[in-house]
């Protein structure tokens, strides 16, 4: 790649300039490309083909299809479906102000500190990330996830997506569950009740892997238009960390679970630095460098929570 205004394809070098006046062109491929003589990888359906000498033109709207990012759609489908369900079941409400009671929450697997270390409820780590207290807390995480989603599935492929997003939701309750252990230790409380929910957590870690992604990765897409990408990405998580501090300082009775916020953002972090690097080597490497990173975060995760667990029952 040149000053910034071209991409170097397999039919030779096209102008970004080409897109604005109109002029076909071959869209840049954002996964590694394939290995020579290796075979496609099971997801390649899911993106452009790899750009040839003949020129195609674009088809209009294509980040909104299904194809350009199915397991954002995948994740939004999911944490809606759940939302209908609670409606359905007379737990959720459609009016802006409306929230579920505690009660409902858990019993459709929110999370609370009580019921995972003393009722050893662990998988509720998982299943909290899907539920959401009401329209309102749906409808901006949805929001968030599906502009996040679409910008870093293309770099992740739809396996790398969901895993990301399931690595970091579970990394924000698990920090959340270890601050309050820590607290109710040192201050001598009873573990907290309050449900926490949502997907926040795995937002944030979405954000977190874009940042290192477009500062380290090389990426088919002129500088300047990363760069402001980067930038649109920190404000994201900057002004949401404010916004969700404020909150829990106001005094009202909505409260923001901080230490998930920034469990995941940790967590987003953590799994871009291992994985940026490896993106312009190959498919095939890459792929595998993910299933590494994958597991083994999977796997400190459950020394994590059981390390948490030890605390507790120590205490």
Known sequence: ?????????????????ARREGRPFSPPEILPPLDADEPAHPSDWAYHPQ?????????????????????????????????????????????????????????????????????HEWWRLLTAMFIHAGILHLATNMWCLWN????????????????????????????GLAADALVSTVQGTALSQVPSVGASGAVFGIAGLLIIFLSKA???????????????????????????????????????????HLGGF????????????????????Y???????FASSALILAAAAFGVASFWMGS
């Open 1 to 17: 790649m040149d000053s910034g205004n071209s991409w170097q394809s397999g039919g030779g070098t096209q102008s970004w300039d």
């Open 51 to 119: 750009p040839t000498a003949e020129p195609v033109k674009p088809r209009k709207h294509q980040l909104l299809r299904w194809s350009a990012a199915p397991a954002t759609y995948l994740l939004v489908f999911a944490n809606v479906l759940m939302f209908l369900l609670m409606l359905g079941s007379g737990a959720q409400s459609l009016s802006p102000g409306g929230t579920s009671t505690p009660r409902e929450l858990m019993l459709w697997g929110a999370k609370s500190s009580a019921t995972v270390l003393i009722d």
């Open 148 to 175: 996040l989603g679409l910008l870093g599935e293309p770099m992740l492929g739809p396996l790398g997506m969901i895993c990301v997003y399931t690595l970091s939701g579970a990394a924000g309750n698990l920090l």
């Open 218 to 260: 090389r990426l088919p897409i002129p500088a300047p238009e990363v760069a402001r990408l980067r930038r649109s990405v920190i404000y994201f998580a900057a002004l949401n960390f404010i916004l969700g501090a404020g909150i829990s300082l106001a005094p009202t009775e909505m409260k923001v679970d901080n230490m998930a």
């Open 266 to 285: 940790a967590m987003g972090l953590a799994l871009g630095v291992p994985l940026a690097p490896k993106l312009a080597a190959g498919r095939t490497k």
């Open 287 to 293: 792929f595998r460098r993910q299933t590494v990173v």
